[in-house]
């Protein structure tokens, strides 16, 4: 069935540095969604992408999604404490709306 | 806009008590309902997919016996888990996506419910 690989799992960085996730598909995808889930919190969407080679900004997060639609990116620029969380991919399957998730990519801040 | 409520949030209980979970979308009406389990630092399971007024989809390995779903109206969804036994103690969490354009629609969390069976 479909699937995604997100990568890597933790990253830990120092307040300041930048952060990046990726997720990859082996199909070519209609969109992806990204969400982000603070410690003890639940998922958050954040945005979703539609069309190849699309890059979208909030702030300091850049999402850009491949020019083939089988991979995607999020960027985060100059982390601070409240981006720590795990960040998700998630793409639609066949039907009913269904979502295929990510692994998530953990952030952490190194204190 | 876009707000999911769901109770409790957070259970203990007794092995071979049966506990029931809310879902509501308070400010849209929702035509489909997501459950889903996630256990610790690891991502989101998906359980089942809830229509209103059809049975739920549940995914391979997920006894639908034992995770009772019911989507009575546009704005509510039940999860029950049956007589829980330890192994059923996870963090259960829903989301709901809105009746409207078509297409993909991003999903509403709710904030999730930690279930421990003793």
């Known amino acids: 069935g479909q699937q995604v690989m997100q990568i890597p799992q933790y990253q830990h960085v120092q307040e300041g540095e930048d952060f990046t996730t990726y997720c990859n598909s082996s199909t070519t995808l209609s969109n992806i969604q990204w969400y982000k889930q603070r410690p003890g919190g639940h998922p958050v969407f954040l945005i979703q992408l539609v069309k190849s080679g699309e890059v979208k900004k909030q702030k300091r997060l850049t999402f850009q999604f491949g020019e083939a639609k089988k991979n995607s990116s999020l960027h985060i620029t100059a982390t601070q404490t409240t981006d720590v969380g795990t960040y998700f991919c998630?793409?639609?399957?066949?039907?009913?709306?269904?979502?295929?998730w990510g692994a998530g990519t953990k952030l952490i801040i190194k204190p | 806009g876009a707000v999911v409520s769901q109770h409790p949030s957070w259970v203990i209980c007794k092995s071979g008590t049966s506990v029931k979970i809310e879902c509501r979308s308070l400010d849209f009406q929702a035509t489909t309902m997501f459950w889903y389990r996630q256990f610790p630092k690891q991502s989101l399971m998906l359980m089942a997919t809830s229509n209103e007024g059809s049975k739920a989809t549940y995914e391979q390995g997920v006894e639908k016996d034992k995770f009772l779903i019911n989507h009575a109206s546009l704005t509510l969804s039940t999860l029950t888990v049956t007589s829980a036994h330890p192994e059923d103690s996870s963090f259960y969490i829903c989301s709901a996506t809105a009746i409207g354009t078509g297409g993909n629609q991003p999903q509403h969390f709710g904030d999730g419910t930690r279930l421990s069976i003793l």
């Open positions: 998630a793409l639609e399957r066949d039907s009913n709306y269904q979502l295929i």
